[in-house]
């Protein structure tokens, strides 16, 4: 029963490279979402997919891009990493049961570094 | 906007004692709220939420929090707190776009 799962959980990467964080649920969810985390900041929706083919910006979206493959898979795109994107990279997955929120699934996280 | 406030950064209590974490919310219409829990280097985990019914809402883990309308609170307790429950502890309201607080880091004594 893995949940949700994020690859990889670690990454270090230079200023001006690309990369794409990997998100998979087996929950049959609906929603996905992806937040950051940083110190004394709690955690900021970057963007999020309500259902397969849709997708919508957060809170923090600019430098950030989005795919929602399919149902299971919701990807996280950094075109061009700047140091103010070093971060913890969390994905979420929910669904709404009767128009009720149920709260969300949670993956282990990304600890990204751009120096 | 939504919005959610944890007024404690850091609290320290004994084991054995009570906790009550604080948090207050900022919400259009009837809300959903949520606490969760990330111990260090984890994922959050959800404790419990409320949607709406009995504003007493129990949790995993021995948790309970109560919504108060009139207050906009919905504050996390728990009667007698273990060595593990060190952690951190977040408050978040929202439907499908929701919304965190800061939140509270645990530390628990001897």
């Known amino acids: 029963n893995a949940g949700v799962t994020q690859t990889p959980k670690f990454q270090v990467l230079k200023t001006g490279q690309s990369m794409t964080l990997q998100c998979a649920q087996d929950m049959n969810h609906n929603s996905m979402y992806w937040y950051r985390q940083d110190p004394g900041m709690g955690l900021r929706l970057i963007y999020y997919s309500a259902s397969e083919g849709t997708t919508d910006k957060g809170e923090v979206p600019n430098g950030y891009n989005v795919s929602r493959l399919n149902k299971r898979e919701f990807s996280l795109r950094l075109e061009s990493a700047a140091p103010s994107q070093t971060s913890v990279y969390f994905c979420a997955s929910s669904e709404p049961l009767a128009g009720r929120s149920e709260g969300y699934t949670f993956g282990s996280g990304t600890r990204l570094t751009v120096v | ?110």
């Open chain 2, 1 to 110: 906007a939504q919005s959610v406030t944890q007024p404690d950064i850091h609290i320290t209590v004994s084991e054995g004692a009570s906790l009550e974490l604080r948090c207050n919310y900022s919400y259009g219409a009837t809300p959903y709220l949520f606490w969760y829990v990330q111990s260090p280097g984890q994922g959050l985990q959800l404790l419990l939420k409320y949607f709406s019914g009995d504003t007493l809402v129990q949790g995993i883990k021995g948790f309970e929090a109560e919504f108060k309308r009139s207050q906009s609170s919905f504050n996390l307790r728990k009667p007698s707190v273990h060595w593990s429950d060190a952690a951190e502890y977040f408050c978040a309201v929202g439907y499908q776009k929701v919304t965190f607080g800061t939140g509270t880091k645990l530390q628990v004594i001897p």
